[in-house]
């Protein structure tokens, strides 16, 4: 923990702190990339920079930290840094990047607060800053020895044995070694990340979840295209790593992918679950599926998709399958087009809607779509009483705006 003289420094100024962090934030991402453009252009997520959701991210986790780390009697706050473990152990980030973010950080902190930052705020401030990024490393270290690997052997050359066109806009890829040698091992639920070479020469990494991590030598991710598109009223870029991968990656060729990581992973006792997802969000809960299949599960599991139409949604054949081979499980669907479908049972039209869902005593509920979406779901799942630890989601972005919902 923090000493006492740096907690009540922390404490004090971390209204002022918090309010400028949103300031500060785009200046450091702009410090550092002028001191390393090898970090913008291979490491960090170009688009998210553009629309500034790392920054808005960045800036949460940092005032979330130190809010926990003064608090009396809240919780451990090493407990919320593993989802941001996870995703910098899939990128190889390693232990001596850390001061390069130190150094820029605390530059920017200086150029926008100025002579307010005196040597006393500096050291407590920077006590907070070492104090999580301690905690990362170390949990970072343990995820690279659980998955036998170090931050420069985190990524190895798998070869596309099939792609399936799952929709229009999505297309899923099955992966293999070369020589059909297994694979690490992988829990359901976890993701790879995924590293190009675009045409600009940018090596650009994205996240996508695993679908098919029961066979040992076999792993199955999908890809949806995302195009350039108006987004609260600014244009959103598009994907450059989804297109890239829709456009130029087939039968035969090579992808750089990581070990698994991630920590939205099933409980291991018989729990009722259910999962929730819109979209390519689906993806994450056909890991599910499949594993609880592949185990002959009896538990009971209700699926609930929502997607534009039956045209759009990816996996609904495959979901459907893989829901009748269970038991105890059921599925409903709501699609905002119904073509010429009519409602029934299991076909709900409009966007998804709980309040007439009967959802299962003391299940775990696992969410993964849009962070619009999730956060409406989890609105509505804590006004219907459900616990806030048996709500479980997955972001593939930065966590800004779910985090706080």
Same mark, same amino acid.
């Given at each position: ?194 590293? *190009?070479?675009?045409?600009? #020469? !940018?090596? /650009?990494? %994205?996240? +996508? ?6 066979? $040992?030598? =076999? ?103 893989? *829901?009748?081979?269970?038991? #105890? !499980?059921? /599925?409903? %669907?709501? +699609? ?6 009519? $409602?029934? =049972? ?60």
């Amino acid at each position: 923990m923090l000493s006492p003289a740096s907690t009540e420094v922390v404490r004090a100024t971390l209204p002022v702190i918090g309010a400028a962090i949103g300031e500060i934030t785009p200046i450091f991402y702009r410090r550092m990339f002028a001191a390393h453009p090898e970090l913008e252009r291979d490491l960090f997520n170009r688009g998210n920079q553009a629309q500034g959701d790392q920054q808005r991210a960045l800036a949460g986790a940092i005032a979330a930290y130190a809010t926990l780390l003064v608090a009396e009697d809240g919780p451990d706050p090493r407990a919320v840094l593993a989802r941001i473990a996870h995703k910098h152990a899939s990128l190889g980030i390693r232990e001596d990047q850390y001061p390069i973010v130190h150094e820029h950080l605390f530059a920017a902190i200086v150029e926008v607060l100025g002579e307010a930052v005196t040597p006393e705020i500096a050291s407590a401030w920077d006590e907070v800053y070492w104090h999580m990024a301690e905690s990362l490393i170390a949990i970072e270290k343990e995820l690279y020895a659980e998955a036998g690997v170090t931050p420069d052997t985190v990524f190895q050359r798998l070869v596309v044995r099939r792609r399936v066109q799952e929709s229009p806009d999505t297309v899923s890829f099955v992966l293999a070694a070369e020589d059909g040698s297994p694979l690490p091992a992988a829990h359901p639920g976890q993701y790879v990340s995924v590293a *190009v070479r675009l045409p600009d #020469g !940018a090596r /650009q990494i %994205r996240q +996508y979840s695993l679908t098919r991590a029961p066979q $040992a030598s =076999e792993w199955g991710i999908s890809v949806k295209a995302i195009p350039g598109h108006r987004e609260d009223d600014a244009i959103a870029p598009a994907g450059e790593v989804s297109n890239f991968l829709h456009g130029n990656v087939f039968e035969g060729d090579e992808m750089e992918v990581s070990a698994p990581f991630g920590e939205l992973t099933l409980p291991e006792h018989e729990v009722p679950l259910v999962l929730i997802s819109a979209g390519i969000g689906i993806t994450p809960m056909i890991g599910f599926l499949r594993h609880l299949v592949h185990a002959e599960s009896d538990r009971a599991v209700l699926v609930l998709h929502a997607d534009r139409s039956l045209a759009n949604h990816a996996h609904r054949a495959e979901t459907a399958e893989l *829901v009748e081979a269970l038991p #105890g !499980a059921t /599925q409903l %669907r709501w +699609y905002e087009d119904l073509g010429t479908r009519e $409602a029934d =049972e299991v076909l709900r039209a409009g966007r998804i809607d709980l309040d007439g869902v009967e959802l299962p005593a003391e299940a775990e509920i696992y969410l993964c779509g849009p962070v619009p979406f999730m956060a409406s779901v989890r609105a509505t799942l804590r006004r219907r009483g459900v616990a806030e630890d048996r709500i479980h989601y997955e972001v593939f972005g930065p966590d800004a705006g779910l985090a706080s919902a």
